[in-house]
């Protein structure tokens, strides 16, 4: 079930992202910057979204937002255990449903070049690069 993420929800959000992102840390050297967002600020700004299970947990989750004329994605995350069930990519196209719903043609995002599962799975689900370049943090 897929709903808006509420303050009790910064927890479960948090460790999700720790969970998944933590694959990465070797090949980027670093905690990934998705992993150390404000998660309770975002929460608070009506931008996450969370996928939970019968119980309430978080499985997932998802932040966008309007950014000039699209909607943005900033970051999604599916815990490890529950991969490959279609949780992430339902998420996604909640964010691509809400973009329709508010009029905007496109959704934007960008993904680290060593994360090569996801340059794998976007073009998949439609996505098209459109630019690259160099971000600190």
Do not use: S, W
């Amino acid at each position: 079930m897929i709903r808006r993420a509420v303050p009790d929800d910064v927890q479960g959000v948090r460790e999700c992202a720790e969970k998944a992102y933590q694959r990465y840390v070797a090949r980027l050297g670093r905690t990934p910057v998705p992993v150390t967002a404000d998660f309770a600020a975002q929460i608070a700004a009506g931008h996450v979204y969370v996928d939970a299970d019968e119980a309430g947990e978080v499985q997932g989750f998802i932040v966008f937002y309007p950014k000039e004329r699209h909607m943005f994605l900033e970051n999604v995350a599916v815990l490890p255990e529950v991969g490959g069930q279609g949780i992430g990519r339902g998420l996604i196209e909640y964010c691509e449903a809400a973009a329709r719903r508010t009029g905007m043609a496109a959704v934007h995002l960008y993904t680290n070049e060593v994360m090569t599962e996801n340059l794998e799975m976007y073009p998949h689900m439609g996505y098209i690069e459109f630019a690259r370049g160099r971000t600190t943090g």
